[in-house]
């Protein structure tokens, strides 16, 4: 199913709508609850990322990056935000792809799997910085509340038990004294 052609604008309407999309942008990051709560909103700008040319899904992007921190503290439905991201990581826009791994790496926390796997996936991307936006999301440790590593790190912290060294001799005399208890 081909992707209906976007409407023809005036350039002063193209205007118009660029500067309602920034403002956009800019109330949702005044009042983020709105966009939290109505992930259709998301999903509309995504969608109209991917309708529009001559600059204008530039700043469809740019009420995207605009819109991003607001999922800093996660999402009330992340079911239908992973489903959105995953569906648009296959966009044929690099942009794009690129906005879906900086929203899976910062709406959902490091040590959510399905979010991660995306992250994988992107790590193959033909672009460049989706590639790399990937790994870096990828190398971020989970909160310290996620997972719990003070007993490893406790563990390599503690000194390591002296060794004493075994003469050659010695080796020989246990292994014949092993051999011989077999």
Same mark, same amino acid.
């Given at each position: 199913?081909? &992707? ?16 309602? #999309? ?34 204008? @899904?530039?700043?469809?992007? @740019? &009420? ?11 999402? !009330?439905? !992340? ?23 900086? #929203?899976?790496?910062? &709406?959902? /926390?490091?040590?959510?799997? /399905? ?33 719990? #590593? ?12 002296? =060794?004493? /060294?075994?003469?050659?001799?010695? =080796?020989? @005399?246990?292994?014949?004294? &092993?051999?011989?208890?077999?």
């Amino acid at each position: 199913a081909a &992707a209906a052609a976007a409407p023809v604008l005036s350039p002063a309407a193209m205007e118009h709508l660029a500067l309602a #999309y920034t403002g956009l942008g800019k109330l949702c990051r005044r009042v983020p609850e709105h966009i939290i709560n109505h992930i259709s909103l998301l999903e509309r700008l995504f969608t109209d990322a991917s309708k529009w040319t001559n600059g204008l @899904e530039d700043r469809v992007k @740019e &009420a995207l990056g605009l819109v991003l921190p607001c999922f800093a503290n996660g999402c !009330p439905d !992340p079911d239908r935000l992973l489903e959105l991201l995953a569906n648009r990581l296959r966009s044929p826009d690099a942009g794009l792809r690129l906005l879906c791994v900086r #929203y899976l790496s910062t &709406a959902f /926390p490091a040590s959510h799997i /399905p979010s991660r796997l995306l992250c994988v996936l992107a790590c193959a991307d033909s672009n460049a910085d989706v590639r790399s936006e990937a790994d870096q999301a990828l190398l971020r440790l989970p909160a310290p509340d996620a997972v719990d #590593y003070t007993h490893v790190l406790d563990a390599a912290a503690a000194p390591l038990p002296p =060794q004493t /060294p075994i003469s050659p001799s010695k =080796q020989t @005399e246990e292994a014949s004294t &092993a051999a011989a208890a077999a």
